[in-house]
């Protein structure tokens, strides 16, 4: 491991560090903010004045900002994001359930989307000019400028209550099987994943050209070298890290833009769980959601980054 890429992951490292430093203002100022208080949302709008106040002081809500940041902060550090006002139940556990669908949905988005739009921002490069590349490209603009939402309802009119070919509904049940959960899970994907085909193929074209014309691939053609084995060994190969860093960065964005879809589907995910956390007045399990999803698109960033250097045929020559 070269000495440019142990400094590129230390930079990197510090600074996803001070993002989540700051993620965690973010969320913890960003529940202070919301109007009502936590006495109130817990004894309810009718409760007495000083019923209310005296839960505040028992739950420490009295205390100065700063106070209430560092305690939240070190107990967030061991895991702990406290207990919801309104399930009462530990954040950590109503999270996780809710996270874990939302992988489910965002990982059946990923899987059934993403290696085509690769594989078609590879046939739009290579067969640059042509009406591959032009409808691609039409096709790859139109789903990344059209809203996620709108996608949701043309499916659920189309799709779902026209044609009835998919259930506008995910069942989340355990017992489903798992044929039955895929189908279901076919509709809220799609639009969840249209935004990332369309980004993903295009930048997978634009990188494959530069590729296609770089200096490299005219000395693999001068030495003899087949086509494809051109394509695989020296195209590929420098067009893929970029895409890479695509895949990472677009982690946090899937299970943190599910909040709309969820909503439109009736999916007990990540995303629905913060919304109904929002309207609730539930200061933990909103303050512990921004938290996770902010850390997960940190970390998803850093990942698709690193693993880009990592086959950058290139990094040993460039400066971090």
């Known amino acids: 491991m070269s000495l440019p890429f142990i400094r590129f992951v230390g ?24 109007p009502g208080n936590v006495g109130r949302a817990i004894l309810g709008p009718l409760a007495d004045p000083r019923a209310i106040a005296a839960l505040n002081h028992q739950l420490g809500a009295d205390r100065p900002i700063a106070v209430q940041y560092v305690d939240w ?21 109503v999270l996780s359930g809710a996270l874990a669908r939302s992988v489910e949905l965002a990982a059946f988005a990923c899987v059934t989307l993403m290696p085509i739009g690769i594989v078609v921002g590879i046939v739009a490069a290579l067969r640059a000019g042509k009406v591959f590349d032009w409808v691609s490209n039409v096709i790859g603009i139109t789903l990344s400028v059209v809203p996620e939402f709108v996608w949701s309802i ?24 798992l044929a039955t959960r895929l189908h279901q899970l076919i509709l809220p994907a799609l639009p969840l994943g249209f935004g990332m085909f369309g980004y993903l193929s295009r930048m997978t074209r634009t990188s494959t050209l530069q590729a296609l014309q770089s200096h490299y ?36 964005y899937l299970i943190g833009g599910l909040v709309a879809i969820e909503a439109l589907f009736r999916y007990p995910g990540i995303g629905s769980l913060i919304l109904h ?12 959601g921004v938290l996770v999803i902010g850390a997960l698109y940190a970390i998803g960033s850093l990942l698709g980054d690193l693993v880009a250097r990592r086959f950058d045929p290139h990094h040993d020559t460039e400066t971090p």
């Open 11 to 34: 930079t990197r490292l510090f600074s996803t560090a001070v993002t989540l430093w700051l993620l965690t203002l973010f969320a913890f100022v960003g529940g202070q903010l919301l």
């Open 217 to 252: 691939t005219r000395t693999a053609v001068l030495k003899g070298l087949s086509w494809p084995t051109v394509i695989w060994r020296h195209v590929l190969r420098n067009a893929l890290p970029p895409a890479l860093t695509v895949l990472g960065s677009q982690l946090g």
């Open 277 to 288: 956390a929002a309207k609730t007045r539930d200061f933990p399990v909103l303050q512990g």
């Open 73 to 93: 902060l070190g107990h967030a550090l061991r895991g702990d994001l406290g207990t919801s006002l309104v399930l009462n139940r530990p954040v950590a556990a």
């Open 154 to 177: 043309v499916l659920i009119l189309t799709l779902g209550i026209w044609l009835h070919w998919f259930p506008i509904f995910a069942d989340v049940s355990p017992d489903t099987p």
